[in-house]
Structure formats: structure tokens, C-alpha cells
């Protein structure tokens, strides 16, 4: 039973891919399924994919938010120094300020540690989560398509101003591909499964 509906998922998967690619009647990967061979550009996908951009925005957003939560107590902190310094050193109220002032860094650097290694560990996940979904989809597509290999490549065209840039298109692992590139295709499939996925969204036709 397990095995059938697997087998239904990965029908219903493939009807979603290739109305996207249908719809998009992109020549880029054109040959791929004559030659059995095809390219990806992973770094364009993850630039253009629309569930990790919004997952990333909001990342930026919750470290904003911490990133003032954490002004505002280090603004406590000042306001209470500045407090202490009013009284006399050694008398109780300032002994009482000073021991107040060095719980509040200590409760602030590990409250600082906590949430920057949470937002850590959520963004290697957004980076994990959608590299097996894209792993999953440019899968999907040459298995249905017939081909036997799909590589990595870099479509970006160098900078002539930009060393950084040069070397890496010299360094580029593929320097010439023939209507293989399949990157518009699943990006399509990708981008079209998160807008069904999302509320209100529309379904693939």
C-alpha cells in the first residue's frame, strides 16, 4: 500500500513538473533529453526561489527584532550605570546598582548567546530543507526525462571588472553547454508547487 501511494505522489509530482515546464516553453534545456545529459545552476535556484526567499526575509526580520531587543536592554544597562555613578562608591545603593548592573550583563550575553545560535541552526535548516527540495525536483525531472547525469554549473557571466569574478568563471567545472540547461525548468516546478503550497493559493493546472 505504501509502495501505491508513493508511486501516485510521484505521478502527481511529475504532472506538476511538466505543466510547469509545458507552460514555460523554455528552450534552455532543450537537448537535455536527447543527449541524457543536463546542467543546473543551483546558486540562480536558490537566488530565485520563492519559499527560501521569504524564509530568509524572515530571518532578517527576527534578527532585526533581537537585534533591538538587545539595544533596548543594553540601554537599560547604561541608564543603570549612569544611576550608580550618582552615588558615593561603597555606600549601599550603590552597591546595590552595582550588583544589579552585573546580572543584567549576564542575563544579556547569554540571552544574546542563545538567540544568535538559534537563528544559527534555523537558517542552516532553510539552507538543508530546500537543497533536498531541490535535490528532489532536478531528481524528478531526469528520471522522467531519461537523463542520466545533471551537473553543476554556473550560468553567471564573468565581471571584466571583478577578479573575484574571473577566477570563478575560470574555475566553472562546465564552460559550454548545448540547450542543456534544465534550471528554468525546475525553478518553475519549484516556485509553481509554493504558491499551491501556499494559502490561497492556486493549484498547478
Do not use: C, W
Not at 537535455?32 to 519559499?51: E, S, T
Amino acid at each position: 500500500m505504501k509502495t501505491q501511494v508513493k508511486a501516485a505522489a510521484a505521478a502527481l509530482l511529475a504532472v506538476a513538473f511538466f505543466g510547469a515546464a509545458a507552460s514555460a516553453q523554455n528552450p534552455a534545456g532543450a537537448n537535455a533529453k536527447k543527449y541524457g545529459v543536463a546542467v543546473v545552476d543551483i546558486n540562480y535556484i536558490f537566488k530565485n526561489h520563492q519559499n527560501f526567499i521569504a524564509s530568509m526575509d524572515g530571518m532578517k526580520n527576527d534578527f532585526q527584532g533581537v537585534e533591538a531587543e538587545v539595544k533596548g536592554k543594553q540601554q537599560q544597562i547604561v541608564k543603570a550605570t549612569e544611576q550608580k555613578n550618582n552615588y558615593t562608591p561603597g555606600s549601599p545603593e550603590f552597591k546595590q546598582l552595582d550588583e544589579q548592573i552585573v546580572r543584567m550583563n549576564a542575563a544579556l550575553q547569554v540571552d544574546v548567546t542563545q538567540k544568535r545560535k538559534g537563528l544559527v541552526e534555523r537558517e542552516a535548516k532553510i539552507y538543508y530543507d530546500t537543497y533536498v527540495e531541490v535535490t528532489k525536483a532536478i531528481q524528478l525531472y531526469a528520471e522522467h526525462q531519461g537523463i542520466g547525469i545533471v551537473l553543476r554549473f554556473n550560468g553567471e557571466e564573468a565581471d571584466q571588472n571583478n577578479r573575484e569574478s574571473i577566477l570563478r568563471s575560470i574555475n566553472k567545472a562546465v564552460h559550454f553547454q548545448n540547450s542543456i540547461d534544465i534550471t528554468p525548468d525546475v525553478l518553475a516546478y519549484l516556485n509553481r508547487t509554493a504558491t499551491a503550497q501556499a494559502p490561497g493559493g492556486s493549484r498547478p493546472q
